[in-house]
């Protein structure tokens, strides 16, 4: 069983940052990519960013420059670092992890930007 625990979110000012973490736990299986996504209230929920496991890197339009991607192999960790926070960006972000067993999500860290 992989389970994914992220955390990091909170209240924000716009122009501020935040750096979330997703913990993936769990044996036996591989990953092959690393994915955040968010939904904001009434709304779909949309990719934001994603990490393969050969280390390639890919944002959605609206967050690119601002937001990046990484990963600690050793600590079985993905992290999110938002820069540059909108408004906008008010949504209940959520890990995901591709894996030899299936994909997997997270419980999702709630993100608010505001003054």
């Known amino acids: 069983q992989v389970q994914l625990v992220e955390s990091g979110g909170g209240l924000v000012q716009p122009g501020g940052s935040l750096r979330l973490s997703c913990v993936v736990s769990?044996?036996?299986?591989?990953?092959?990519?690393m994915y955040w996504y968010r939904q904001a209230p009434g709304k779909q929920r949309e990719w934001v960013a994603l990490k393969t496991s050969g280390g390639t890197t890919d944002y959605a339009e609206f967050v690119k420059g601002r937001f990046t991607i990484s990963s600690d192999n050793a600590k079985n960790t993905v992290y999110l670092q938002m820069n540059s926070l909108k408004p906008e960006d008010t949504a209940l972000y959520f890990c995901?992890?591709?894996?030899?067993?299936?994909?997997?999500w997270g419980q999702g860290t709630q993100i608010t930007v505001s003054s």
């Open positions: 995901s992890v591709a894996t030899t067993m299936g994909v997997y």
């Open positions: 769990g044996s036996g299986f591989i990953i092959h990519g």
